[in-house]
């Protein structure tokens, strides 16, 4: 199976892997799946136990059906009896493994099992601590500085916008649970997985036993030091990104000052990647007095690479950590004790000049362009809902970079193109008015994006189906708008470059036609 590091191979206070087979079989068998959970919870007390909520779902588990019986052990946490758990899984081997501890004629679970449904329609398993899957504010972090948290919402945004293709090698910095591991595992031949928690570690080999994943090659350490010179295909993280008055959890706080752990990772990544390979990361980043945000990521970006940053959101530094305090349940600790440390929050952020801080993803691409001094570097600012999986769309933007980066204006207007699918005209304006304000082009894929087009714009975007070259749209459009079409060659160009990087317009190969 591959390298691991001595001291995560045996974790005493763990369930062991060996006869994780067995254990999925009897979980499988009992329907114990993303799907069957929805059927025996219904969708409101399924969207409860996923904020942590879980009452609702122990109303719904009253019964002694075995879903019932395995949903209140490894979700609930509650016992049951030994009778009822050995109907369903084999016990003695869970208690000999360390899955369940028996007492009394009663079962409980030693870990969080819980149901993950893969991309593809796979039945998988992540595997966390006890009271440590994420979504609810129930002071997960001020148990233990070690524990390893569960699926999240930020777990699955990152593996949503991750480019999946086949590649050779991947590397998971800070596996956590396992699982961008688990993903990477369907498609990379071989997967690495690094974290600082030796726990961690131990943790993402049962994730990917109980998910009949194939093992990785598991690394204690920091970033890229377990990983030394070696380089992948594609690289993730979901580091410890929060920006925190010292490292009090290692599950969350990077340790290093202010957004230095997520620039660090950042910047160490071109040297680590394969020509033409991906590295995904979410990241926070300080918004100071004296610095645009959006120089501060750009300055981030490893030589030799291109890049996507997209902000998603941003707090202000009272809002960034009253948030971090919840979470590590500093709000239900003695008042004064909260005081100090949120009074500590903003002393740090008042040295460092922070007024805020912006959270988002960053997407790495490794080119022969950037290695040649052209990189492609955008940098937006996005907050409105998109549809994941998002890697699709990625892959897309990075391949329009590269053909806008070949065309110049004579070479556009001389290309077909075609309208993106789902894309719909909006026209905005007065009721009854004889023209529109404006016209809006709406994406409903991907990232969702809108906007404004002229006339000209609306007119083009409207007739592209790839059976003619953009300048003899413009011309015809000249000579229905009265307009000079040399002066509209000569400016249109750069609002097609536009429509061509946001996804709009689908530029077909040289002589290409559109399918059918």
């Known amino acids: 199976m591959g390298h691991v590091s001595k001291t995560s191979l045996f974790a005493p206070d763990l369930p062991s892997a060996d006869r994780a087979p067995r254990l999925r079989e009897a979980l499988l068998a009992s329907e114990f799946t993303a799907d069957g959970l929805l059927d025996l919870l219904g969708a409101s007390a399924y969207a409860a136990l996923a904020r942590s909520e879980t009452v609702p779902a122990l109303r719904a588990t009253r019964g002694d059906a075995p879903l019932d019986t395995l ?99 991947a590397l998971d910095v800070g596996t956590g649970s396992g699982i961008q591991a688990l993903h990477a595992a369907q498609h990379a031949t071989r997967v690495t997985a690094t974290d600082l928690n030796p726990r961690a570690l131990a943790f993402t080999r049962l994730t990917l036993a109980l998910s009949g994943a194939a093992p990785a090659d598991l690394r204690e350490g ?97 809002q960034y950590a009253e948030l971090w305090l919840r979470d590590s349940g500093d709000h239900r600790t003695d008042p004064a004790e909260y005081e100090a440390r949120y009074d500590a929050w903003l002393d740090e952020f ?112 409207g007739v592209c189906d790839g059976s003619l070259p953009a300048g003899r749209i413009l011309d015809a459009i000249a000579q229905l708008m009265n307009e000079d079409p040399v002066l509209l060659r000569d400016r249109t160009p750069q609002a097609i470059r536009l429509l061509v990087e946001e996804g709009f317009l689908e530029p077909l190969p040289p002589g290409g036609r559109p399918a059918g």
């Open 350 to 461: 008042e040295a460092r000049r922070t007024k805020g801080v912006g959270f988002g993803w960053i997407t790495l691409r490794k080119s022969a362009a950037a290695a040649a001094g052209k990189p492609s570097v955008v940098i937006e600012e996005w907050p409105h809902a998109v549809e994941q999986p998002l890697g699709p769309a990625v892959e897309a933007h990075f391949a329009r970079q590269d053909y806008l980066r070949e065309q110049d204006d004579a070479a556009l207007l001389a290309a077909h193109f075609t309208l993106a699918a789902e894309v719909v005209q909006e026209q905005v304006g007065l009721p009854g008015a004889e023209d529109p304000e404006h016209v809006v082009l709406r994406q409903n894929r991907g990232m969702r994006r809108a906007t404004k087009v002229d006339a000209v714009g609306a007119g083009f975007a």
């Open 71 to 169: 949903v209140r052990l490894f979700l609930l946490q509650r016992p049951v009896p030994a009778a009822r758990a050995a109907a369903v899984l084999p016990l003695t081997e869970c208690v000999a493994d360390g899955w369940l501890t028996e007492t009394d004629g009663e079962v409980r679970a030693t870990v969080d099992v819980r149901p993950y449904g893969g991309p593809d329609g796979e039945d998988w398993f992540i595997v966390s601590d006890l009271g440590c899957a994420v979504g609810g504010a129930g002071g997960i972090g001020s148990r233990d500085k070690g524990v390893v948290l569960g699926i999240g919402g930020a777990s699955t945004t990152l593996a949503g916008i991750t480019v999946r293709k086949p590649v050779g090698s």
């Open 222 to 318: 920091s970033l890229y030091e377990p990983v030394g010179a070696e380089t992948f295909d594609l690289i993730v993280s979901n580091p410890p990104f929060v920006i925190s008055p010292g490292a009090r959890l290692t599950y969350r706080d990077g340790g290093m000052a202010g957004d230095d752990l997520c620039r660090t990772l950042v910047q160490q990544t071109g040297e680590r990647l394969n020509d033409g390979g991906f590295a995904h990361f979410l990241a926070n980043w300080e918004h100071t007095e004296d610095e645009e945000w959006q120089d501060r990521v750009r300055a981030w970006v490893p030589a030799g690479c291109d890049a996507w940053i997209v902000q998603r959101e941003v707090q202000d530094v009272t």
